[in-house]
């Protein structure tokens, strides 16, 4: 290897002066520092590509010493040797660095959510959006994706949610977080999702219970309740045909006439509405088509079985039914219009005694047959129905104050 001739030295660098006019002090292969009449003192590495001479800058004394500006020096040549051209390679990292930038996780959040389209309702869309702004991007949503890692999502985002208390709102959070990173390695914005290593670091969910009054004479008691219920009587219908379908009440109230199946007795609910997002199918009794015939005499020209008194474009709102229980007397704890999910699997079980992958099924649970495939939304189809039929019978029952149980029909 030829013998390099002796270039700059830390102390002719330091000591170089100024002039009246830019000055060039050479190191060696294409390396020399430009001294600038104001004072400056910069690196530039002088080279050739595709036989055009090009300079490119290394940086500035004395934040880039002697030492550190003959390594970059050493690394744009070896790119030049391999028919890379460094000034490229710089241009494209300023490219990627800015882009990086931009991709914050507040962009990137807000995109998931409007590419969700379809498959997540309205309301939900809604919720979460509504989350983000307030406990999300004020902590984290300026920062880009590329820069987010566990600790930073746990100290700005959960940890205070933790501290107020909301420890099932700092899980939902952490689940959102979770979508949003996900999709960002879908697109090749991220390597991984880095909420994974966030499992075990918030305490868990403290089970809770929806209020629910399972003892059959109560029951009967709430039913003649909201019989003489005085309030609204689309409200009314709504808690009538509650207790006959046992669907969760977000489902109930957003109804459209449009699901409504008259002829064959039926309720179609789009999978967009369901917890689960599968379309569930709900068999109608006499009783609910008894109600729904009553309804559709006041609210039939809308888009909802239970408009608000507002405006008929919008349903009534997911506090409704629970504000007309506490109107009746029931508190809190005592009974909440979700609660007839649970008097319905109670009662259907311990007292009807049907088969409890039936029950499941009439709940929209995820149940799963023989060979651990999930049912459908006809499945047991036939049954559901000759069970929604035995449910309402037995309310009724209740209502009157009888204590007779209805027989199973022989088809089941």
């Known amino acids: 290897m030829p013998k390099r001739i002796a270039g700059l030295t830390d102390a002719k660098v330091k000591n170089a002066k100024t002039t009246e006019k830019s000055i060039k002090l050479f190191d060696g292969d294409g390396l020399f520092l430009l001294v600038t009449p104001e004072g400056g003192k910069c ?65 990137l959040a807000r995109e998931w959510l409007i590419r969700q389209g379809g498959t997540l309702a309205e309301r939900t869309r809604d919720m979460i959006l509504r989350r983000l702004i307030k406990d999300v991007f004020p902590q984290i949503g300026a920062v880009p994706v590329a820069d987010l890692n566990a600790r930073l999502i746990l100290e700005r985002v959960l940890r205070p949610l933790e501290d107020r208390g909301v420890i099932e709102t700092a899980h939902r959070i952490r689940g959102v977080i979770s979508q949003i990173l ?45 019989d003489g219920y005085d309030g609204s009587l689309i409200v009314k219908c709504a808690l009538r045909l509650l207790p006959l379908v046992a669907t969760r009440p977000g489902e109930l109230r957003l109804a459209e006439w449009s699901e409504i199946d008259f002829e064959r007795a039926e309720w179609n609910i789009p999978a967009g509405r369901m917890k689960m997002r599968q379309p569930h199918l709900v068999p109608l009794s006499h009783q609910a088509l008894a109600v729904l015939n009553e309804l559709r005499q006041l609210t039939g020209s809308g888009r909802y079985l239970f408009p608000s008194v507002r405006s008929t474009a919008r349903p009534i709102s997911d506090n409704t039914l629970n ?70 019978d037995y309310l009724d029952g209740l209502k009157a104050g009888a204590k007779v149980i209805p027989l199973r029909a022989n088809s089941v």
């Open 323 to 392: 504000a007309a229980l506490r109107r009746m007397g029931y508190g809190t704890d005592e009974m909440v219009s979700h609660g007839w999910r649970a008097v319905f699997r109670t009662l259907a079980d311990e007292v009807l005694q049907e088969r409890i992958d039936i029950v499941e099924a009439a709940l929209a649970h995820q149940v799963k047959d023989a060979l651990g495939r999930s049912y459908n939304r006809t499945s047991f189809l036939k049954e559901r129905r000759a069970l929604a039929q035995r449910w309402a």
């Open 43 to 107: 690196w530039r590495l002088k080279y050739r590509m595709a036989g055009k001479e090009k300079i490119l800058a290394l940086g500035v004394y004395p934040a880039i010493s002697l030492a550190v500006a003959r390594k970059r020096r050493d690394t744009a040549r070896e790119q030049v040797a391999q028919g890379i051209d460094p000034a490229q390679v710089r241009k494209d990292e300023k490219i990627a660095s800015e882009a990086r930038r931009a991709n914050t996780f507040e962009k």
């Open 182 to 226: 996900r999709y960002a390695v879908a697109i090749g914005m991220v390597e991984r999702d880095v909420t994974v290593d966030l499992r075990g670091a918030l305490p868990p969910v403290p089970r809770r219970h929806m209020s629910a009054i399972t003892e059959p004479a109560k029951v009967g008691d709430l039913l003649r309740a909201i």
